[in-house]
């Protein structure tokens, strides 16, 4: 073991963890969609939300009681072109997916669909909700909220989530345009990267209660739960380097992951209540716009592919080969590990192997064994 050069074949990867899924009690079909999340984060080069997530997301929480298997999708209140869903702590995957396509549906109808959730669970990439809008031919938003970890400008409380903010829209080039984002510097996921591979987070990106800021990973990750350390909204500690910019979108995705929907937002999202663990009762929302409905879509897609071919052809600055637009490194990445698998870091193939034999999952040999 650890190898951490060692590659797993994406089948056989995703396999592996909807059988994990199944395994834990998950019906097969939601345990297919959510190994199916899971592979397009791998596939993506999104190691913080792939099968590095399986285990202390997903698996942990399902052990410990706070994450129900089956999925009540319940649909509360119901308009032509909006949706409020209550997931009552199912598996998030399957509430995102089913939210997402009701929100594509009612745009296909409509020209617009929305759909707002509550009491849900951690559902993954954004990003993969805006590929189902765009194979739709959709132009799309969605967002969740998440634990607190975010402190707002000039504070040092971690009140926000994370708060991903996604939009994807398709063009007329090999790859579509998927910008999937936390609206802080950096996100927990990230951090948890680093820890697996024993390395200092970098200055900028966590702040401590003196505010100054903390570059010791493994501590950080504890302090984060605790409530004693921060990560800084997107343009970092100062108003100067825009950091009420990305304080602003934060809020704005809290708002909306939770306010419509009238679920539970910033604190009432620890995962503790009375000093026991709780449901991560999270918000999500997910907006479809029918390209249709404004113009044709082949004509969308080029005026869309020339914006961005345009972008990446601009001047580059001195030392600098190349200029991407969002989704193309992720396409790439995805070019690669489709042929030549994932790569696994040794943390990953540790916690792959517990759930493999906890579960007697014995059909699987990795190759880092």
């Known amino acids: 073991m650890k190898n951490d050069s060692a590659r797993v074949d994406v089948e056989c990867l995703e396999s592996f963890m ?23 984060a791998d596939k993506r080069g999104i190691d913080s939300h792939g099968i590095g997530r399986c285990k202390p997301i997903y698996y942990d929480r399902i052990k410990a009681g706070i994450l129900n298997t089956t999925t009540n999708f319940e649909i509360v209140r119901e308009t032509p072109t909006t949706a409020v ?16 396509q009701m929100a594509i549906d009612k745009a296909r109808g409509q020209g617009l669909g929305m759909v707002v959730v509550r009491n849900s669970t951690h559902y993954g990439i954004a990003g993969y909700y805006a590929l189902m809008g765009i194979e739709a031919g959709m132009i799309t938003m969605n967002g969740t909220n998440a634990r607190p970890s975010v402190a707002p400008t000039f504070g040092v409380e971690n009140m ?79 108003e100067e380097t825009g950091s009420h910019k990305g304080y602003g979108y934060c809020a704005t995705v809290e708002v909306l992951s939770s306010a419509l929907q009238s679920g539970n937002f910033m604190k009432a999202l620890t995962g503790m209540r009375d000093g026991k663990k709780h449901p991560i009762e999270l918000g999500h929302f997910f907006l ?36 991407y637009t969002a989704g193309e490194k992720e396409y790439l990445a995805w070019q690669d590990r489709e042929v030549n698998g994932i790569p696994i870091p040794s943390g990953v193939q540790k916690a792959m192997v517990d759930m493999r034999d906890e579960l007697g999952l014995t059909q699987y040999t990795f190759a880092f064994e």
Do not use: W
């Not at 909807?18 to 397009?40: S, Y």
């Not at 390209?291 to 914006?307: Q, R, S, T």
């Open 18 to 40: 909807k059988d994990v899924f199944v395994g834990v009690g998950v019906p097969e079909e939601e345990a297919a969609t959510c190994a199916e999340i899971l592979i397009t």
């Open 160 to 238: 926000m989530g994370t708060n991903p903010l996604c939009f994807g829209f398709p063009t007329d080039e090999d790859f579509p345009f998927v910008i999937d984002c936390a609206t802080s510097v950096t996100q927990r996921g990230k951090l948890e990267v680093y820890d697996r591979a024993n390395a200092e987070t970098p200055e900028g990106l966590v702040i401590g209660e003196d505010g100054k800021t903390r570059t010791d990973t493994e501590q950080v990750l504890k302090d984060l739960v605790a409530g004693a350390a921060a990560l800084v909204p997107l343009g970092g500690l100062d």
């Open 288 to 323: 479809a716009i029918d390209v249709e409905a404004f113009i044709d879509l082949p004509v969308f897609k080029k005026n869309a592919g020339a914006i961005l071919g345009q972008l990446r052809d601009s001047r580059k600055a001195p030392g600098r080969e190349r200029i």
């Open 85 to 100: 869903i209550d997931g009552h702590n199912g598996m998030g995957h399957v509430i995102g997916k089913r939210s997402m």
